[in-house]
């Protein structure tokens, strides 16, 4: 027979009222959130936790889990939007390094300051501390050593030009 709800009998060929039951997305949401250190686990919780809200929404009472998906929506957008950050830091950080071919310049390029100064001095103690007039004079008078040969000066190459 029938049941009675409320003092009234059921319709005939009425449907039965479904069970209420937990919202299988807004469990795996929870669930994926919290696994920040599997890649892309806090995305997919946050998008089943939007999936699953929507349709609680739209459930008519027949799907609970409302408070585990907007926990699974809270925890994957913040876990989510950490993870992008770090990202972004550390390919500024990234960027920020010294290619190993501008370390190398800049080693070289020290080398020659320290050889510049080094050449200086010299000139200085031997000219009543006077500076050169100019880079020419310390490579004519042999103070600086440019790495030419006889047959680069020859051909008119110079340090500078």
């Known amino acids: 027979m029938s049941e009675q709800v409320q003092g009234?009998?059921?319709?005939p060929?009425?449907?039965?009222?479904a069970?209420?039951?937990?919202?299988?997305?807004?469990?795996?949401s929870l669930v994926l959130a919290l696994f920040f250190f599997v890649p892309f686990a806090p995305l997919l919780g946050l998008v089943?936790?939007?999936?699953?809200?929507?349709?609680?929404s739209y459930s008519n009472g027949r799907l609970t889990g409302k408070g585990l998906?907007?926990?699974?929506v809270a925890i994957?957008?913040?876990?989510?939007?950490?993870?992008?950050?770090?990202?972004?830091?550390?390919?500024?950080?990234l960027l920020a390094l010294p290619s190993p071919r501008h370390r190398a310049r800049m080693m070289s390029c020290k080398a020659n300051l320290r050889g510049l100064g080094f050449a200086i001095g010299?000139?200085?103690?031997?000219?009543?501390?006077?500076?050169?007039p100019?880079?020419?004079?310390?490579?004519?008078?042999?103070?600086l050593n440019l790495g030419l040969n006889e047959r680069d000066k020859e051909a008119g190459m110079q340090f500078y030009g």
Do not use: K
């Not at 089943?48 to 609680?56: H, K, N, R, V």
């Not at 998906?69 to 699974?72: E, L, T």
């Not at 010299?122 to 050169?132: G, I, K, S, T, V």
């Open 8 to 11: 009234r009998p059921e319709p």
């Open 13 to 17: 060929g009425a449907p039965a009222e």
């Open 19 to 28: 069970p209420v039951q937990t919202s299988g997305l807004a469990i795996a």
């Open 48 to 56: 089943f936790g939007i999936i699953a809200l929507s349709q609680i």
């Open 69 to 72: 998906a907007v926990a699974g």
């Open 76 to 93: 994957g957008g913040l876990v989510t939007l950490i993870m992008c950050m770090m990202v972004v830091w550390l390919s500024m950080s």
């Open 122 to 132: 010299l000139y200085r103690a031997d000219y009543d501390n006077h500076l050169p």
């Open 134 to 143: 100019d880079l020419e004079t310390l490579v004519t008078l042999e103070y």
